[in-house]
């Protein structure tokens, strides 16, 4: 399969949210995408944007996206964080992933991020190996906390 990656485009938008329902499809969590389209365009090409994008295209068509953003840590300073590679079932096993997943690390290399951070479920076998083939570093000590909207919304401070 050709491809080609690129920065995300405000065109991309519609696609983009279409592969981001499709990972919630195969994380069984279809319901929980609450993200819209002007989310989207505001978020990546807002006045204050808080993500970047890259896309794997073909033509017109988009096969995967790599979602990424700053973060900080106390000990490392500016870090990198890739929120999620994302590649149409399809297109699978086709590189894109991969190439995806480089140029990511790519932009850490050239930023000089203190490291680069993701997450991964434990039931996904594939991508857990996926990222072993790059001699990633799976984590077993930290676990992650999250507050929803909704416990945010209710809570008494």
């Known amino acids: 399969m050709k491809f080609n990656l ?12 279409n592969l981001i329902k499709e990972l919630a499809e ?25 993500i970047e994008c890259i896309v794997a295209e073909e033509g017109p068509k ?11 840590s106390t ?9 999620d590679i994302i590649v149409t079932k399809v297109a699978r096993g086709s590189g894109i992933g991969k190439a995806l997943f ?18 991964v479920l434990d039931w996904n076998t594939p991508a857990i190996e996926f990222y072993k083939g790059f001699n990633a570093f799976i984590d077993p000590e930290w676990l992650n906390c999250k507050f929803t909207r909704e416990q945010l919304q209710a809570m008494d401070l």
Request: net charge negative; proline share 4%; with cysteine.
């Open 6 to 17: 690129r920065k995300a485009e405000p065109r991309d938008i519609p696609q983009i949210l």
């Open 26 to 50: 195969f994380e069984k969590a279809p319901d929980q995408v609450e993200i819209t389209e002007a989310n989207l365009f505001d978020d990546l090409f807002g006045e204050d944007f808080i």
């Open 62 to 72: 988009l096969w995967g996206i790599a979602v990424y953003y700053e973060k900080y």
């Open 75 to 83: 000990w490392k300073g500016r870090c990198l964080f890739l929120e």
């Open 102 to 119: 480089n140029s990511v690390a790519e932009i850490g290399k050239q930023r000089n991020y203190g490291r680069m951070e993701w997450q």
